[in-house]
């Protein structure tokens, strides 16, 4: 039995709670679709999410997961979008799709269930999840009503407070200064922090590939998403350098609170056997490695030059980013690269930026 509630009565109700009863994860889900679509990155998954967390709470007997009319049991998703959603959005001045409708996608607009295994390639990663987690909850029993609310709280909060957030970019810092200040960073340990490292290495490469004469002829390759797996994506490390022939000249790969093993050093043998790499760093923020265990790894890294003609090396990230920024004619570029780079990242959160505001002061 359908219900007849107006969508921004549900949204005036929003602007008057204070209290929700939502897990911290469930919060978490839904402040990254928000946070997303705010940045521009993904705004279908807002008013995807909206639409069906609204026709919920009008048609509770609705499986919103069958967002098509085609499907069996199934509804127009994307045709309440456009008569209702997407106009109140536009209204409120909140992230909307200009084609009218977040179906209007290849990330939602195929015609199979949103069940947890749907393989539409909503981007990035998390998202997916958070997306297709929350769906799954409400169909479980969890409040769609307050769900959509905590949706316009955040949505009104971004309004409010982050629309015009920028990022500090320190200049004339010391080398020490801005590797405590990165490192402090990443220590956060906020959702997503796990990426900072690799930003920071990347940031270094970026100013090394163009300053520095053994990357002469070589070509930085753009930061894939933390979570591609190496094998999908064909790449041997999370910042690769190739020669200018497309061939592998030098990988580095990140470990973030991860100790560097005898285990993790001899899984790179079936990395760059044949790969052809000259250089393979491995690089992890636990820099903490005792005697024996590195003794072990030295004895594999002698072994791996002999069979495969690449040279391993087994460093900590800070210790690295370091003697990276010796090498740089101009610090303050390298920082102005990181902080492109947290403002492109998808993956990264806006907690994560305004915790560098903060750190910078």
């Not at 536009?90 to 269930?113: D, H, I, V």
């Not at 949103?114 to 909503?122: E, F, L, T």
């Not at 960073?185 to 690799?198: E, T």
Request: hydrophobic share 35%.
């Amino acid at each position: 039995m359908s219900v007849k509630i107006e969508i921004g009565s549900l949204f005036e109700e929003a602007k008057r709670r204070e209290d929700y009863s939502l897990s911290d994860n469930q919060k978490n889900n839904l402040k990254r679709i928000v946070e997303i679509s705010c940045r521009g990155k993904n705004k279908a998954v807002l008013a995807v999410t909206c639409t069906l967390m609204y026709k919920k709470i009008t048609d509770p007997n609705q499986d919103i997961r069958l967002h098509q009319a085609n499907l069996p049991d199934g509804f127009s998703g994307r045709g309440l979008d456009t008569k209702i959603v997407t106009p109140f959005l536009r209204s409120e001045n909140f992230p909307y799709m200009a084609s009218g409708s977040g179906w209007l996608t290849r990330s939602f607009e195929q015609s199979k269930p949103y069940y947890k295994n749907y393989d539409g390639k909503i981007s990035p990663p998390d998202i997916k999840t958070a997306f297709l987690n929350i769906i799954d909850e409400i169909e479980s029993g969890l409040d769609a009503r307050e769900c959509l609310q905590f949706i316009f709280s955040n949505l009104l909060e971004w309004r409010q407070n982050n629309a015009s957030l920028n990022l500090a970019k320190p200049s004339n810092l010391m080398i020490e200064e801005i590797v405590n200040l990165v490192e402090e960073h990443w220590k956060s340990g906020l959702n997503g922090s796990a990426k900072l490292p690799v930003l920071s290495i990347f940031a270094a490469y970026t100013c090394l590939v163009e300053e520095v004469k053994k990357y002469k002829n070589c070509e930085l390759l753009n930061l894939l998403s933390h979570t591609s797996a190496d094998t999908k994506s064909r790449r041997l490390g999370d910042i690769d350098v190739i020669n200018l022939d497309d061939t592998p000249f030098e990988s580095v790969e990140i470990k973030h609170n991860i100790k560097i093993t005898q285990q993790l050093v001899s899984g790179l043998r079936e990395k760059i056997a044949g790969s052809g790499t000259k250089t393979y760093y491995i690089l992890s923020t636990d820099e903490n490695i005792n005697s024996e265990e590195l003794a072990a790894i030295n004895d594999q890294i002698v072994e791996m030059k002999k069979k495969y003609g690449c040279q391993v090396i087994v460093n900590g990230v800070t210790k690295s980013l370091k003697y990276y920024l010796r090498l740089i004619d101009n610090t303050s570029k390298f920082i102005s690269i990181y902080v492109e780079l947290l403002e492109d990242d998808d993956e990264i959160t806006f907690d994560l930026m305004h915790k560098w505001n903060e750190l910078v002061g």
